[in-house]
């Protein structure tokens, strides 16, 4: 079946330490987002790309990168610069020319 | 700047009754709506979409009103049952999809 994979579903870290969240998709998606959930509100754009070896900003992009070296993968580093951390984190994929993201299961982030 | 929200942050029904749930948004140039269910634990799932020429959707058990005139988008749930239980976000697309803004959520509660 065609999806989108989040990996790991749970994870710890400390504080100081970078984390790497990993999405991929098997869709033929060009174009990948991920975003953040907090408790209670809705979901913020982190980083999107639409084509491979390219990506741009979203809303909160400070604290954390991304990379997209293959058009199936597009994995987000949350980095000690992110000063909040602990969040649900959600990888979406579009296809050129629709407008419904397809979601992930998401990774639940938790530093301790 | 440009947001989207929602009325009701909680909505309590019983087994069977309709369920109506409310989105208000201010970027007059959005032209695609879409809702999306998002259960406990897991990433959104798409319900349904409306673009902005159209005032009525319907699908299976859900309807998409949209009135452009108060930026006002509803979602109808005929026959609510519990397995409808879970949080539900508009979402609104400023064509193109460079960026999609979501609401910050109605959790449906259905009573059995």
């Known amino acids: 079946d065609g999806g989108i994979t989040q990996s790991p579903k749970y994870l710890f870290r400390k504080e100081g330490q970078n984390v790497t969240l990993s999405c991929e998709q098997n869709?033929?998606?060009?174009?990948m987002y991920w975003y953040r959930q907090d408790p209670g509100q809705g979901l913020r754009l982190i980083y999107y790309?639409?084509?491979?070896?390219?990506?741009q900003k979203g809303d909160i992009a400070e604290g954390y990168s991304v990379s997209r070296e293959k058009k199936e993968s597009f994995p987000l580093t949350v980095t000690s610069a992110q000063k909040n951390p602990t969040a649900f984190y959600l990888c979406?994929?579009?296809?050129?020319?629709?407008?419904?993201?397809?979601f992930g299961a998401g990774s639940r982030l938790t530093v301790l | 700047g440009e947001s989207v929200g929602l009325h009701l942050p909680t909505l309590s029904v019983q087994e069977g009754d309709n369920s109506i749930i409310n989105c208000a948004y201010s970027?007059?140039?959005?032209?695609?709506f879409i809702w999306y269910k998002q259960e406990s634990g897991k990433g959104p799932q798409f319900i349904i979409d409306?673009?902005?020429?159209?005032d009525k959707r319907q699908g299976q058990r859900v309807t998409v009103l949209l009135n452009k005139t108060v930026k006002h988008l509803s979602l109808q749930i005929a026959a609510t049952q519990p397995g409808d239980s879970a949080v539900y976000f508009c979402?609104?697309?400023?064509?193109?999809?460079?960026?999609?803004?979501f609401g910050t959520g109605t959790k449906l509660q259905v009573i059995p």
């Open positions: 979406a994929s579009l296809q050129s020319g629709a407008n419904v993201l397809t």
């Open positions: 869709l033929n998606h060009d174009a």
């Open positions: 790309s639409q084509i491979v070896n390219d990506f």
């Open positions: 970027n007059s140039a959005s032209d695609y």
């Open positions: 409306i673009r902005s020429n159209m």
């Open positions: 979402a609104e697309a400023d064509g193109g999809y460079q960026k999609v803004t």
